[in-house]
């Protein structure tokens, strides 16, 4: 009957503390992980969990909403089963599991949680059990007797052979002098151990997992009457050396002992903190080649660079990622961390080669390739990774390939390969000339009227000048009788062109909401831009950004007029300048006809025309 379930001693249960509930305080992400396998599996009666196990494993996992639909731990398939939640146990005739588990000693706890390995070596010893089963307040990270049973055949037979020292010491190393439960286990504390108060690491990841020294937990908050078990799935063992000494100790990073030496992270690597460190193997740097190796090695910010990539900003234990995920380095960038199967990936590659190092400030991940950041390459390193190799090999002809791969401070502007499809030559290489800008074509009305305007010299000077550049079409919208007004009378046409020009550079990048631009006509402009699409005077600009030597030229479909009765200043000593744009666009179309050689800007400008 249900009357026979083993119900908490009040007075216990008030000596325990509240218990949260799922109205309580916040939950820890383990709680709160819990509970969703505690939801999954109600219908199969009250304290039911869902868990997820590893196909031809026996490694098992609360469920979280996620992997609760996508059915994977590290990309492999799972299966549901349905198993009493923590802390409780069936009841013949009864539905799920609605008793809770006999509240003994923690030794007795042992063996009613699955450590009855532990439980055995408790009784080797001489003193441990009598202190479990004594009074006090004790917590115990237990390991599961699979744990025991995958330690190698020397660690267990140096433990089992001297069972007063060796084996007493580490399952005190597993114990701590008082209770605590999963919601005090914070990601990063430190716990103080009954062996020499040395240090037990605690990390409590935001998808629930929590590890002890990496050692995952398996199942927590077993309350016992003089104490709380947790149940985890690795046999824990001491931590000395920080991440500084492990390098120092391991004949494998000899090439990184230099590089950190070098680079002067060696405060870092051995100050308080927690870090992760995916430390590059000798043979990672020697799969670089050692040109780059060695340029690297002599720079001192592009090491620094270098080193920071591979520095996580806190501990992370391989049982933790169950899932892709991104970090971030100390060098800022974002690395994704994932897993397949056993093995954890970087970026989509399985390149660590050895897990979990500990370390009393982090964790060590051996990796057997470097990560370089861009900021640790050179712009030809950087450009052989990109689709820009018709710009490399350019270069690399124009005797100009040094300069790419030197330490030199520079910015590429590189066309991408397809830039070049279809256009001879270098055409995307070389700076506008005067003139290049216009495509005469649909610009030859323009062209006339400047030269009726008296404005050639003007658009010829040296200067910065913004240009909207009527199309033919937009003069031959003009009614007939207005335009030959216009082209009849040169002060006013030359009024009207200069309200075409603006006396200084502004290119689409930098129009906000509206910009007034003064022309030389003396009247302003309203420019402006919304979605990428630039309007001046609310007038649509059909094409941004042709650039010359002395400015830069807009294409637009309609002539604009300046505001009525605005008088007229500015002489045509500043007018002087914006036509050399057209006069040399005038002498691009002549030049097109003929066989002269053009410069490759002024083929790309014919292959504009063609379309």
């Known amino acids: 009957m249900a009357f026979l379930v083993r119900l908490v001693p009040l007075a216990l249960a008030l000596a325990l503390g509240p218990?949260?509930?799922?109205?309580?305080?916040?939950?820890?992400?383990?709680?709160?992980?819990?509970?969703?396998?505690?939801?999954?599996?109600?219908?199969?009666?009250?304290?039911?969990?869902?868990?997820?196990?590893?196909?031809?494993?026996?490694?098992?996992?609360?469920?979280?909403?996620?992997?609760?639909?996508?059915?994977?731990?590290?990309?492999?398939?799972?299966?549901?089963?349905?198993?009493?939640?923590?802390?409780?146990?069936?009841?013949?005739?009864?539905?799920?599991?609605?008793?809770?588990?006999?509240?003994?000693?923690?030794?007795?706890?042992?063996?009613?949680?699955?450590?009855?390995?532990?439980?055995?070596?408790?009784?080797?010893?001489?003193?441990?059990?009598?202190?479990?089963?004594?009074?006090?307040?004790?917590?115990?990270?237990?390991?599961?007797?699979?744990?025991?049973?995958?330690?190698?055949?020397?660690?267990?037979?140096?433990?089992?052979?001297?069972?007063?020292?060796?084996?007493?010491?580490?399952?005190?190393?597993?114990?701590?002098?008082?209770?605590?439960?999963?919601?005090?286990?914070?990601?990063?504390?430190?716990?103080?151990?009954?062996?020499?108060?040395?240090?037990?690491?605690?990390?409590?990841?935001?998808?629930?997992?929590?590890?002890?020294?990496?050692?995952?937990?398996?199942?927590?908050?077993?309350?016992?009457?003089?104490?709380?078990v947790h149940l985890i799935d690795k046999v824990i063992s001491t931590i000395?050396?920080?991440?500084?000494?492990?390098?120092?100790?391991?004949?494998?990073?000899?090439?990184?002992?230099?590089?950190?030496?070098?680079?002067?992270?060696?405060?870092?690597?051995?100050?308080?903190?927690?870090?992760?460190?995916?430390?590059?193997?000798?043979?990672?740097?020697?799969?670089?080649?050692?040109?780059?190796?060695?340029?690297?090695?002599?720079?001192?910010?592009?090491?620094?660079?270098?080193?920071?990539?591979?520095?996580?900003?806190?501990?992370?234990?391989?049982?933790?990622?169950?899932?892709?995920?991104?970090?971030?380095?100390?060098?800022?960038?974002?690395?994704?961390?994932g897993c397949s199967g056993d093995m954890l990936t970087i970026n989509g590659k399985a390149i660590i080669s050895n897990k979990d190092t500990l370390a009393t400030n982090g964790v060590i991940h051996h990796i057997d390739e470097l990560l370089i950041p861009d900021s640790a390459k050179t712009l030809f390193e950087l450009a052989a990774e990109s689709d820009v190799s018709t710009t490399i090999d350019l270069f690399k002809q124009a005797g100009l390939s040094t300069h790419l791969s030197g330490n030199e401070r520079l910015t590429l502007l590189a066309p991408l390969n397809s830039v070049f499809k279809g256009n001879a030559g270098t055409a995307s290489l070389r700076p506008p000339q005067a003139g290049d800008i216009f495509c005469v074509r649909t610009h030859s009305m323009l062209v006339a009227a400047i030269q009726s305007a008296g404005l050639t010299e003007t658009l010829n000077r040296e200067g910065v000048y913004t240009v909207f550049a009527p199309t033919d079409e937009a003069f031959q919208a003009m009614p007939p009788e207005e335009l030959n007004k216009l082209l009849g009378n040169a002060k006013e046409l030359a009024n009207i062109l200069k309200y075409h020009i603006g006396d200084e550079i502004l290119v689409s990048g930098g129009i906000g909401p509206l910009v007034r631009l003064k022309s030389l006509q003396g009247d302003k402009l309203e420019v402006s831009s919304k979605n990428n699409a630039v309007c001046v005077n609310k007038e649509p600009v059909a094409e941004s950004d042709i650039m010359a030597t002395n400015g830069v030229v807009y294409a637009i479909s309609s002539v604009l007029q300046p505001p009525a009765n605005r008088p007229q200043e500015r002489g045509d000593e500043l007018a002087d300048s914006a036509l050399e744009i057209f006069k040399q666009a005038s002498a691009f179309s002549r030049a097109t006809q003929s066989s002269v050689k053009l410069a490759p800007v002024y083929q790309r400008l014919l292959e504009r025309m063609k379309h």
């Not at 009613?112 to 055995?120: A, D, M, P, W």
């Not at 002098?177 to 409590?204: C, F, P, W």
């Not at 060696?266 to 799969?287: M, R, S, V």
Request: proline fraction near 5%.
């Open 19 to 228: 218990i949260t509930t799922l109205a309580g305080p916040a939950k820890s992400p383990y709680q709160l992980v819990l509970q969703h396998s505690r939801l999954r599996g109600r219908q199969h009666g009250p304290n039911v969990c869902a868990v997820q196990k590893l196909i031809g494993t026996n490694k098992k996992y609360f469920t979280n909403c996620k992997q609760w639909y996508q059915r994977k731990i590290c990309g492999k398939s799972t299966v549901i089963s349905y198993e009493c939640c923590p802390g409780y146990e069936k009841v013949p005739g009864e539905k799920g599991c609605p008793a809770a588990l006999p509240l003994s000693n923690l030794y007795e706890t042992l063996g009613v949680v699955g450590s009855t390995t532990t439980q055995l070596y408790t009784d080797r010893t001489e003193k441990l059990r009598p202190e479990m089963e004594g009074p006090g307040s004790f917590t115990i990270f237990a390991p599961s007797n699979e744990a025991w049973a995958s330690l190698s055949a020397e660690v267990l037979d140096s433990l089992v052979s001297n069972v007063n020292i060796e084996l007493l010491n580490a399952l005190r190393y597993h114990m701590v002098n008082r209770r605590v439960l999963t919601d005090e286990l914070k990601h990063g504390m430190a716990l103080t151990s009954m062996y020499q108060n040395s240090d037990i690491q605690i990390h409590h990841y935001p998808n629930g997992i929590v590890t002890v020294n990496c050692a995952r937990l398996l199942k927590a908050d077993h309350h016992a009457t003089n104490g709380v």
């Open 240 to 337: 000395t050396n920080n991440i500084q000494q492990i390098i120092e100790i391991e004949d494998t990073f000899e090439t990184l002992r230099a590089a950190v030496a070098a680079s002067g992270l060696n405060n870092l690597l051995e100050g308080d903190g927690q870090f992760t460190l995916l430390a590059p193997t000798n043979e990672a740097f020697e799969k670089i080649p050692a040109e780059t190796l060695n340029r690297i090695l002599g720079d001192p910010e592009a090491l620094r660079d270098l080193l920071n990539n591979h520095i996580l900003k806190s501990a992370m234990c391989a049982e933790a990622i169950v899932a892709g995920l991104s970090v971030e380095t100390l060098q800022g960038t974002t690395l994704e961390v």
